[in-house]
């Protein structure tokens, strides 16, 4: 009777390290699995994000000299503000004085 319980036990203690077994490799399986996976991906970010920093230069750029036209056209506007007013104290100045 001893060696049919202990037969039994080996029997189980084999089953229970087989299935942990198993269970442990599937485990390892889909880790690799979801790393190589991650690791795509990564490379597709990577290849994204260098497609949307050209982009954006290239649109940095156009703002840039569309900045630059702006500022030389209000620096202009600016100038004849300036001589405008200059004139009409000009005048006001010479009314006053008549």
Same mark, same amino acid.
């Given at each position: 009777?001893?060696?049919?319980?202990?037969? $039994? $036990?080996?029997?189980?203690?084999?089953?229970?390290?087989?299935?942990?077994?198993?269970?442990?490799?599937?485990?390892?399986?889909?880790?690799?699995?979801?790393?190589a996976t991650a690791k795509?991906?990564?490379?597709?970010?990577?290849?994204?994000?260098?497609?949307?920093?050209?982009?954006?230069?290239?649109?940095?750029?156009?703002?840039?000299?569309?900045t630059e036209k702006v500022?030389?056209?209000?620096?202009?506007?600016?100038?004849? $503000?300036?001589?405008a007013t200059k004139e009409?104290?000009?005048?006001?100045?010479?009314?006053?004085?008549?």
């Open positions: 009777m001893k060696k049919i319980l202990v037969i $039994a $036990a080996f029997i189980a203690f084999g089953t229970v390290s087989y299935a942990q077994d198993t269970a442990q490799t599937k485990t390892e399986k889909v880790v690799e699995a979801t790393k795509k991906v990564g490379k597709g970010i990577k290849k994204g994000a260098g497609v949307v920093g050209k982009e954006v230069k290239k649109d940095a750029i156009i703002v840039g000299e569309g500022a030389k056209k209000v620096g202009e506007g600016t100038v004849k $503000a300036y001589d009409k104290v000009k005048e006001v100045t010479k009314k006053k004085d008549k």
